[in-house]
């Protein structure tokens, strides 16, 4: 059973911060990839961020890149996503996702088996 929840979205206006979180209950949370996702009112899933197994590779979408960070603890099974210098084109319903198990690319959404329900940020101009 694989439970990914997030929390920390909310309404900000353009140019704050906010901190999302992500607590997975998974038995092989530090054998997966972990990302976000974003899906915008009317459009496709996209990719935001990714990180790998150890944390120690990260990768991120052109549009976020300089602006956001991702993290993961492995120890307590969390991921977070610190997003600075939001724009109102980061509004979207952000969701946390874990990858299939075994290769796959970290910056293809299709990767990804696993997400949460999401956590709604909206942006303000």
């Known amino acids: 059973q694989v439970q990914l929840v997030e929390s920390g979205g909310g309404l900000v206006q353009a140019g704050d911060s906010l901190r999302l979180s992500c607590a997975a209950s998974?038995?092989?949370?530090?054998?997966?990839?972990m990302a976000w996702l974003r899906q915008a009112p009317g459009k496709e899933r996209e990719f935001v961020a990714a990180?790998?197994?150890?944390?120690?590779?990260?990768y991120y979408a052109d549009s976020v890149k300089g602006r956001f960070i991702i993290t993961r603890d492995n120890a307590k099974n969390t991921v977070l996503l610190r997003m600075n210098s939001l724009k109102p084109e980061d509004t979207a319903v952000y969701h946390c996702?874990?990858?299939?198990?075994?290769?796959?690319?970290?910056?293809?959404?299709?990767?990804?088996?696993?997400w949460g329900q999401g956590t709604q940020v909206t942006v303000s101009s």
């Open positions: 990180i790998s197994r150890s944390g120690g590779s990260t």
């Open positions: 998974i038995r092989t949370f530090s054998s997966r990839t």
């Open positions: 996702a874990a990858a299939r198990l075994g290769a796959g690319v970290p910056t293809k959404v299709e990767t990804y088996d696993y």
